[in-house]
């Protein structure tokens, strides 16, 4: 488990965590969101103690993690694939970490299968594609077994067959009862890969809560219409209250349900091709619930 309590840091005049208060709980892969610049690296490097916040607390396991003599064994992290030293190879990178963490030698070949490296274990890590690097990270994060672990951009660089092993493997390490945290800027796999979620912005909570809850929240439902006499249906479901927008053959429609939507095309002799009802994605959400909260914003002359 990871707990935050008022956490904050300040860098001059800059707060990049403002008072974050949250709970990581085991058992769920929770990821973490927000907008570039929101202080999730930040919060990340503050769990792991290589920052000192300006205030507040953070707990792993019920103890500072910076505290800790347990170290790989404890927590497993994966914060930037790229920060590695490019002339060992993957197995004497992996036998320093567990040299220094007490980390039995087999776990280094046991984690390199893992992660799908052990026909690279003996190549150079300068060579290793970026993510080859992204497996070799996350094997550093698996080599001391721990219960819980911070992953920071894990998909990144991995091809398809990648992308779906560790969206597995994430699944699997919380099944196990598992403290599993993901920051990513990839909605699409934070829809298949997390059920929890925790949002910030400029520093500050947005939302901390399950996945369908956070998507339901900001959603907005509409329905998608397709008829071969878009005028008419249009002009029929404004009589009724609808809100609609015309594109070719196909409306959308708000203010109405499916059911009043279908009985008005019905009772006006109006073909239907397709009435289906559709929520907000993840990203449409997450767009509604941060989009007073983004620091950077293209053509932002401020």
Do not use: C
């Amino acid at each position: 488990m990871i707990e935050l309590r008022d956490l904050t840091k300040r860098y001059g005049r800059t707060t990049a965590v403002d008072r974050l208060t949250l709970t990581v709980r085991p058992g769920h892969v929770t990821g973490f969101l927000g907008p570039n610049g929101a202080g999730k690296s930040t919060t990340l490097r503050l769990i792991l103690g290589l920052h000192r916040p300006t205030g507040g607390t953070t707990l792993v396991q019920g103890h500072p993690f910076a505290e800790s003599p347990r170290g790989l064994h404890l927590v497993g992290a994966l914060l930037d694939a790229g920060d590695v030293h490019g002339g060992r190879s993957a197995r004497a990178h992996l036998s320093a970490l567990a040299r220094s963490n007490r980390i039995p030698r087999r776990r280094v070949d046991e984690t390199l299968r893992e992660v799908g490296l052990a026909a690279a274990a003996e190549r150079r890590i300068g060579g290793f594609s970026l993510g080859m690097k992204q497996r070799l990270g996350i094997a550093a994060a698996l080599l001391g077994d721990p219960p819980v672990l911070l992953f920071d951009e894990p998909f990144n660089g991995l091809d398809p067959e990648g992308v779906r092993w560790v969206r597995g493997l994430f699944h699997r390490l919380a099944g196990e009862g598992r403290t599993v945290l993901v920051s990513s800027h990839l909605m699409s796999e934070m829809e298949q890969t997390a059920d929890h979620l925790v949002v910030i912005g400029r520093g500050e909570l947005v939302a901390d809560e399950s996945l369908a809850g956070f998507a339901a929240r900001s959603a907005r439902p509409h329905l998608v219409v397709r008829t071969p006499d878009p005028g008419r249906l249009a002009t029929t479901a404004r009589a009724a209250g609808g809100q609609v927008t015309v594109d070719g053959d196909a409306l959308t429609v708000t203010g109405l349900t499916a059911t009043e939507l279908g009985e008005l095309a019905s009772a006006h002799r109006i073909p239907l091709h397709e009435l289906a009802t559709r929520t907000a994605s993840l990203e449409e959400a997450f767009m509604d619930l941060t989009a007073d909260r983004v620091e950077y914003l293209a053509g932002d002359h401020r």
